[in-house]
């Protein structure tokens, strides 16, 4: 079974610029979500979507990220403008349908922002 | 929201049982406990859930108290390839979404 897919898996990019990344799910899973991950930190929620609807998005820094989930399938994640602090692997998981059921995640993409 | 403790890190020798404990005195009855395991550069891995009772797979075994307020992780022979961080995970907020802690750190040496 094909897993989680995230691109890219590296980016760098000036404070201030916009950056975009983008997950595909594993193929039926209802339930998508992105985590942002500190060095040294556990991984924190951002946003959790159900099909196309938001579910919890209460720690998403809405002045500077967006996500959207087209079609209940593919999502993408943005930050606009980053800051220094933004410097984090974003790691997008997904599951069958929410609670208690097992969460798969992809590898990651790890942003530096400078 | 179910918050959760577990020591920063333990180490393990190979092939020898290591038991990782969690303490979740907050948690609510329906809550489910779960653990993933992150090794470095992975993203979490599932490696268990439970809700009351003890639970069996072929990764590890969760051993759930009583009363519900702690747990541990039973890996009945650790190899190198289970040094990660290991979390442990009570379900949280409207959507009982996963809420990570720092986790415990686990070293085995051979």
């Known amino acids: 079974e094909a897993g989680v897919a995230q691109s890219p898996r590296y980016k760098i990019i000036e404070k201030r610029q916009s950056v975009a990344f983008w997950c595909n799910p594993i193929?039926?899973?209802?339930?998508l979500y992105w985590y942002q991950q500190i060095l040294g930190q556990g991984p924190k929620l951002l946003i959790q979507f159900q099909n196309n609807g938001v579910v919890d998005d209460s720690q998403l820094p809405k002045d500077r990220f967006s996500a959207e989930r087209l079609k209940g399938v593919d999502s993408t994640l943005k930050i606009q403008p980053a800051k220094l602090e933004d410097s984090a692997v974003y790691l997008c998981?997904?599951?069958?349908?929410?609670?208690?059921?097992?969460?798969?995640f992809g590898q990651g993409t790890r942003l530096t922002v400078v | 929201d179910a918050k959760t403790t577990q020591p920063n890190s333990m180490e393990s020798n190979e092939e020898e049982p290591v038991h990782l404990p969690c303490n979740h005195s907050t948690i609510s009855g329906t809550d489910y406990i779960h653990w993933y395991r992150q090794l470095p550069s992975q993203g979490p891995e599932y490696v268990i859930h439970g809700l009351t009772s003890n639970v069996n797979n072929r990764m590890a075994s969760l051993a759930i108290a009583e009363d519900r307020k702690s747990s541990t992780l039973i890996l009945h022979r650790a190899t190198l390839r289970d040094a990660a961080v290991y979390y442990c995970i009570g379900s949280s907020g409207s959507a009982r979404q996963l809420t990570f802690g720092s986790g415990t750190q686990l070293t085995v040496l051979p």
């Open positions: 998981a997904s599951s069958l349908s929410g609670m208690n059921t097992e969460a798969f």
């Open positions: 193929s039926g899973h209802a339930t």
